[in-house]
């Protein structure tokens, strides 16, 4: 067999000096390290994707409301009502995610001080989600031409967009206050 291999090797053309020979063996290595940071991009933008997509489902019972789906068939790209409400809800989770990431980055261990960024987040979370969301939309929205309610922005529209901000902000709070408390038990992490 090795009088084969041999005789194989001396019928196969010589290298050309062109080519180094670590060229070759370059190339074979750079694509898995393309595609490995390409899979963490992806899962990256999977991690930050989750959070709003979750709370979509969640909330989802709230666009029987013939007002809400208004507000988002309204809302670019117009007529469309799934991107939309797709779109706003990342969106809405954007303060939660950033509050997460400027914890994790600032505080000094994980326990006890990211615990507190934790329920801070979930608080400023929820007032941004719960009460300035909602205004945008009931004030600020109709100031910018996009009006909405078919019924004319009464008491019971304010009423349902604040109850579905709040119920946005209490799905998107119960993660982190459940880590929160996870942080602060001894040991609890």
Known sequence: ??????????????????????????????????????????????????????????CAPFLAAERLRALFRALPPTGRLLPSY???????????????VLTVARAAEAGPAWSSGFLLTALLGAVAVGLVAPAVA?????????????TGY???????????????????????VALAVGMALPGGY
Do not use: E, Q
Not at 27 to 43: C, E, F, K, R, S
Not at 88 to 98: E, I, K, N, Q, R
Not at 138 to 150: E, M, S
Not at 158 to 170: F, H, I, Q
């Open 1 to 58: 067999m090795v009088a084969a291999l041999s005789a194989l090797s001396g019928a196969a053309p010589p290298l050309s000096g062109a080519l180094s020979p670590l060229s070759g063996a370059a190339a074979p290595l750079a694509a898995p390290a393309v595609a490995d940071a390409v899979v963490g991009w992806l899962w990256t933008v999977a991690l930050f994707l989750f959070p709003g997509i979750v709370a979509a489902g969640l």
């Open 86 to 100: 797709l779109g706003v809800s990342v969106g809405l989770s954007v303060p939660y995610l950033a509050g997460v």
């Open 138 to 150: 009931v004030f600020g929205l109709p100031r910018l031409g996009l009006n909405w309610d078919p």
């Open 154 to 176: 009464g008491v019971s529209t304010y009423l349902l967009l604040g109850g579905a901000g709040l119920w946005y902000a209490a799905v998107a709070a119960v993660p982190l």
